[in-house]
């Protein structure tokens, strides 16, 4: 157990709607990462929190947006959904912004139909 | 195209063989990582490597980090059933901006009793 929660562990949802992954980070850790695994582009960085602010942005789409809580929670948001977006989303986090050891929580599975 | 290339892609083999996976890239990176993910759950990190011809044994794991930062190896050592799993490295661009991880396409192993 790393300490990071997602929920929910499985989604299912159709093309065109909107959904929101939600992640709580390790106790006292700062920045929350939010990568998706696919089969075809493996475990993709999409962005980073650092204590509510946007950190860094990775290959993260315009229909994709995240945002970090004062509680340090997260929520990555995914709308217009389509059959690509299927895969599993995964929330990290640290303890600082930089190069620290990052710990993954269980991931969400996410199938669009 | 992937930035870290893992080989092989697919890897199934006999309890108590030896096996090496690989990492390459043309990049070169101040610090490279490598993680084993289990079905169902996220990566769990094994080591951290930084200097150019480092390496690190974890128990019956031996990890090479290139001269050049380049690339990396892992290698297994009478190999158990409970090796089996997704073999990801990710590194850390030594150039530039972008600090954040990128993963390799990962190496499923497979141990066989």
Redesign the interface.
């Given at each position: 157990d790393?300490g990071?929660t997602q929920t929910p562990k499985h989604l299912i949802t159709a093309t065109g709607q909107r959904v929101t992954l939600r992640c709580s980070p390790r106790s006292g850790d700062l920045s929350v990462?939010w990568?998706q695994q696919s089969l075809d582009q493996?475990?993709?960085?999409l962005i980073?929190y650092y204590n509510g602010e946007e950190r860094?942005k990775?290959n993260i789409l315009e229909r994709f947006s995240a945002q970090q809580f004062p509680d340090l929670h997260s929520e990555l948001n995914l709308s217009s959904l389509e059959l690509g977006d299927s895969a599993l989303y995964?929330c990290?986090s640290s303890v600082g912004a930089?190069?620290n050891?990052?710990?993954?929580?269980?991931?969400t599975r996410l199938t669009v139909l | 195209t992937?930035l870290l290339e893992q080989s092989p892609q697919f890897l199934s083999i006999q309890e108590g063989e030896n096996l090496t996976v690989y990492c390459n890239s043309s990049s070169v990176f101040?610090?490279l990582q490598w993680y084993r993910q289990e079905p169902?759950?996220?990566?769990?990190?094994l080591v951290?490597v930084v200097t150019g011809g480092e390496v690190k044994k974890l128990k019956r794991l031996t990890f090479q980090f290139g001269d050049a930062r380049k690339d990396s190896s892992l290698h297994i050592t009478a190999a158990q059933t409970g090796d089996t799993g997704l073999y990801?490295c990710?590194g850390?661009i030594s150039s530039g901006s972008?600090?954040?991880?990128?993963?390799?396409?990962?190496t499923q192993l497979t141990v066989l009793p």
């Open positions: 790393s990071v990462y990568y493996g475990l993709q960085f980073q860094a990775g995964f990290a930089g190069n050891e990052q710990f993954f929580g269980p991931g | 992937q101040s610090s169902g759950e996220g990566p769990v990190l951290t990801l990710a850390r972008a600090r954040q991880l990128t993963f390799g396409s990962g």
